[in-house]
């Protein structure tokens, strides 16, 4: 699956494109192409019927065949249901489709992965989680992308249960891999572990969720979560399941009131959640800050209002430093799982991709660089390979790599 090349579809006469970034989507930006030549008669006998016969019947007889002679082992779906778009919230399976297609293409960009992108009516737990188990068979692993909180959690538990292929959630896993990757070498220039750290997240849907599980995995010293009625914590009333964990696993501080009163004395703010922050409430954190503020496209605090008082500043946009980019995980992980065959992505495989990452950074690590760009060729085959190690000593691989 390649680039879409628009201008060979795009039209003069719609006024639509003459916006650059309308003539750029017309036609799509994937399309599917062939492995191999079908020049004459004995081509297309072996391409299809009757040669074709022979491969469905070996299958047949021992599915697992299909990762070899098909392009399942090396396909992931990128499935929506179009209720969590990007910053544009609920906007449904059509107008999901962009953004799904552009995912497909970052893919293939950047791991070498081909990817379908599939935009599902429905948005029933039971019914998403139907639909995926039936579609399955032809793929090699399910990205889940841009489903809303908190039924995303539930479809990706669901999934992982019935299916014996990878089932990742980007905004959630992805979102926390490079965080991770970011704040492990933030505290490393500030001469400190993640363990010395006491973090405060805004925000409790998918991202917030992830990350706070990655970061409680990886053995930060503290952390305390918010949503729009405040810090998270075991008295609260009306906290659903998701929330309620996070409760008895986080906050040991206790932390009762608003994001901006946990800040004080902080090392650590955290935003994935759309709000805002006061300048007040970062000049309240401790000596030598980290601040991602991380909504798109507005941060929760202006990166140059956090620099003021943050020794590290990083946002989820590419036109400041240390951009927290998806692509920077998802397309090594999977490339990683897949190349393995791995029946599941494990949190160790998580944790050792967001270690891989940060490693890429190395001795050039600054202020205005914890996290390396996403064109940055090292970065792919260095997450690729640790997941797929990873994915080996976990025992979830079912070939050697």
């Not at 990083?314 to 999977?334: C, E, K, Y």
């Not at 990452?357 to 997450?383: H, K, M, N, Q, T």
Request: charged letters at 20%; a negative charge.
């Amino acid at each position: 699956m390649t680039a879409f090349s628009a201008s060979s579809a795009s039209s003069p006469h719609d006024p639509l494109d003459l916006d650059p970034v309308f003539a750029l989507h017309r036609g799509g930006k994937l399309e599917v192409r062939s492995t191999i030549p079908v020049r004459d008669a004995d081509d297309l006998s072996l391409a299809y019927t009757p040669g074709v016969a022979r491969v469905c019947t070996a299958i047949a007889d021992t599915p697992s065949l299909v990762n070899d002679y098909t392009w399942v082992s090396n396909v992931v779906a990128v499935v929506s249901d179009g209720t969590a778009v990007l910053g544009l919230g609920d906007i449904g399976p059509a107008a999901a489709m962009p953004v799904m297609e552009g995912k497909a293409l970052l893919f293939k960009e950047f791991g070498g992965v081909d990817a379908v992108p599939i935009c599902l009516d429905c948005t029933d737990v039971d019914a998403l989680v139907e639909t995926v188990v039936r579609l399955a068979p032809s793929f090699g692993g399910i990205n889940l992308e841009d489903i809303s909180a908190p039924r995303c959690f539930e479809v990706e538990d669901r999934l992982r249960e019935l299916l014996d292929i990878p089932v990742f959630h980007d905004d959630q896993h992805g979102t926390a891999i490079v965080a991770l990757a970011a704040l492990t070498n933030a505290a490393r220039l500030t001469g400190r572990t993640l363990g010395d750290l006491r973090v405060v997240v805004a925000g409790a849907g998918a991202s917030g969720v992830a990350v706070t599980r990655i970061l409680l995995e990886a053995g930060i010293g503290d952390i305390a979560v918010a949503d729009s009625k405040g810090m998270i914590h075991p008295g609260r009333d009306g906290l659903n399941p998701v929330k309620a964990a996070l409760a008895r696993d986080t906050n040991r501080a206790g932390h009762k009131g608003s994001t901006e009163e946990a800040l004080a004395g902080a090392d650590v703010f955290l935003g994935l959640s759309g709000s805002t922050v006061s300048e007040e409430a970062i000049a309240s954190m401790a000596p030598e800050s980290i601040v991602f503020a991380l909504s798109n496209p507005t941060p929760e605090v202006p990166p140059a209002v956090a620099a003021r008082h943050a020794r590290v500043v990083a946002t989820g946009r590419s036109d400041f430093p240390n951009q927290i980019n998806n692509v920077l995980a998802f397309p090594g992980v999977f490339r990683g799982a897949l190349d393995v065959r791995a029946t599941t992505i494990t949190e160790n495989m998580k944790v050792a991709a967001a270690t891989a990452l940060a490693a890429v950074v190395g001795d050039d690590l600054a202020a205005d660089y914890v996290i390396p760009s996403p064109f940055d060729e090292r970065v792919a085959p260095a997450v690729t390979a640790a997941v797929a190690a990873q994915a080996r000593r976990d025992g979830v691989a079912r070939v050697a790599g």
